[in-house]
């Protein structure tokens, strides 16, 4: 297979970088919003509930596909592979789990709760599977949000590198 050359390594980069922060930032808007949004008043909350959807749907969504298909290319089309490096293998296996608790958790349940908020109107917030569905939601969210920064971290400093072993000298 060819693989991409350093001018088209750099510019996987940048589209690398982008991507990662449409999908951080709007995992962090996401729980900012939600942080905020009073539950005592429907109108607020199904307000939070929409706008909640439109930030999966509109930014994290995009940020999140869009890397996974990056880290397809790094791992298809240049030197790193997806287990050459193990920190590289760790990044990967970890934006898999959090991109699927990001689909199964915290869409569906982000979901199901604006179905309620449309079915129920200001009932859904005192039913305990809404209050349920929004507190696993959260604790979702913030799982993303530590598994990201420690997938950041690693980015940096790639632990787990094969050294280079220096001769001796006597």
């Not at 994290?60 to 193990?86: C, S």
């Not at 179905?115 to 305990?128: G, I, R, S, Y």
Request: with cysteine; aromatic share 16%.
């Amino acid at each position: 297979m060819k693989k991409i050359g350093p001018k088209g390594m750099k510019w996987l980069k940048i589209i690398h970088v982008f991507l990662v922060v449409l999908f951080f930032g709007g995992i962090l808007s996401s729980l900012a919003l939600n942080l905020h949004i009073n539950f005592t008043k429907y109108d607020e909350s199904y307000l939070g509930y929409k706008n909640l959807i439109v930030i999966s749907n509109q930014i994290v969504r995009w940020g999140a596909v869009g890397t996974l298909l990056v880290g397809f290319t790094y791992g298809f089309f240049t030197n790193w592979g997806f287990f050459k490096h193990r920190w590289v293998g760790v990044k990967f296996v970890l934006y898999m789990i959090q991109t699927i608790v990001g689909i199964f958790v915290v869409d569906r349940l982000m979901v199901a709760n604006m179905e309620l908020l449309e079915t129920q109107k200001e009932m859904a917030l005192c039913n305990p599977i809404f209050i349920q569905n929004h507190e696993i939601r959260q604790y979702a969210v913030y799982f993303q949000v530590i598994v990201t920064i420690f997938i950041f971290i690693i980015s940096f400093l790639k632990p787990w590198k094969k050294k280079k072993l220096t001769s001796k000298q006597s």
